[in-house]
Structure formats: C-alpha cells, structure tokens
C-alpha cells in the first residue's frame, strides 16, 4: 500500500544486537514479576533504576557510534511523509475511542485531558524508541517478515503491561499497527507523537484514569 523506502546495508556498528533484545526482554520480564510480586515502591524504584542504566547506554551508543541517531529514527527529513502515514491508524484509532468513550459515558473528557495531550508525546517517544529499536530492529535478525515482526514485536511490548489486561490488549493493537507502519517510514517522532495522544486518549476514555498525576510527579521528581 505505501512505498518502502530503501536503505543500503549498514555497518556493523549499526547492525540489530541480540544483546540489546535480551536485555530488554530481560527488563520487561523483570518489571512484570516486581509488578506481581512487590509494592508500588519497589516497582517505581525498579522502574527508574532501569530507566537510568537503559539510558545511560543509550548515550554510550549515540555518542560513539556515527549515524546512530538516524538509525534509530531520530529524523526530519521524512517527519511529515512518516506523520501523515501514521495518522492513517491514528485518526480512526483515535474515532474508535472516542466512540466508545461516548457509548460509555467517559467523553467528553475533562480539561487535564490537554495537558496530558501536550506531555504525553514525550512518554510515546520513549516507549517507540523500545519498541521500534530495542524490539522490533533487533528482531529482524530472526524474523524477517515485517508483519509477523510487527505483531512479535508488539506482542512483547504488550505484555509488558501485565497485569493490566486492558492496556495490554491496547498496547498490542496499537503495537501492531504503529510498527508495521514505521517499517515503511522510520521516523520516530512521528510514530511517538500518535503513540502519545492515542495513549493520552485511552487512559481516560478506556482505563478511565487521569495520568495527569503521574506525570507531575515525573516532572517534580
């Protein structure tokens, strides 16, 4: 349906790192059993403990490692091209919960709505930037059909989100889609702004929580 846009082959640099796939297997899994087996502390102190090494690294890699930051996505030149591809899913995803969330009495939504929609981008990047590089790149070393990556590499996105059913089944929808669609065109930005509003829209209308409160805490802390 869209045009795939070429890449000659990378150096090995640049390569897809089963060591990068384990490790974030390795984290989500973590994170899962902590969310199961211990408090809300101890999974927000595991949280960040993790969060500060995984970018750590990162900084590591984009600071010895030339055209990384393309790479992972981290572009303009193809913003608007990446951004009207995606809002191919985004608008009617978007209509999706806004219909359920009328049928439902959640919609309309409440005015911290906007200022979650003004910040939760920020989050959608950073989770993109797992799914789209930590997962999905480094799985094209074992699968190379892009939907059966796509869905692989949603799926363990998703159950990251365990406990929590319903935002594990949106994760993996939404998981789906964004990345079969980033295949096409990589631009990080663009896939982590329609992450962060469908996000922003599916914690009111769906999970019926206001995030609001999180994210001062993130920004306070």
């Known amino acids: 349906m ?41 999974t927000r102190i595991y949280n960040a403990a993790a969060g500060i090494g995984l970018t750590a690294y990162l900084i590591w890699r984009a600071t010895t490692t030339n055209n990384i930051l393309r790479v992972w996505g981290m572009r303009c030149d193809n913003l608007w091209q990446a951004l009207r591809v995606q809002l191919i899913f985004g608008v009617p995803a978007a209509g999706c919960l806004i219909l359920f969330g009328l049928m439902n009495g959640t919609v309309p939504l409440p005015p911290s709505f906007w200022l979650v929609c003004a910040l939760y981008p920020l989050f959608g990047v950073a989770q993109q930037f797992v799914l789209q590089n930590l997962i999905a790149r480094n799985l094209t070393m074992f699968v190379p059909h892009r939907v059966l990556l796509a869905f692989l590499s949603a799926l363990l996105f998703s159950l990251s989100h365990i406990p ?3 935002l594990s089944v949106l994760a993996l929808i939404a998981g789906f889609f964004l990345t079969l669609i980033y295949q096409r065109h990589q631009n990080l930005w663009a896939v982590g ?29």
């Open 164 to 166: 929590r059913l319903p």
């Open 193 to 221: 702004l329609v992450h962060g509003i469908l996000a922003g829209l599916a914690f009111y209308i769906v999970l019926q929580q206001d995030p609001r409160a999180r994210i001062i805490q993130f920004l306070t802390n």
């Open 2 to 42: 869209f045009e795939q846009e070429h890449h000659d082959p990378l150096p090995s640099e640049l390569q897809p790192r089963l060591s990068e796939l384990l490790v974030v297997v390795a984290i989500g899994a973590a994170h899962v059993c902590i969310e199961l087996a211990a408090s809300v502390e101890v």
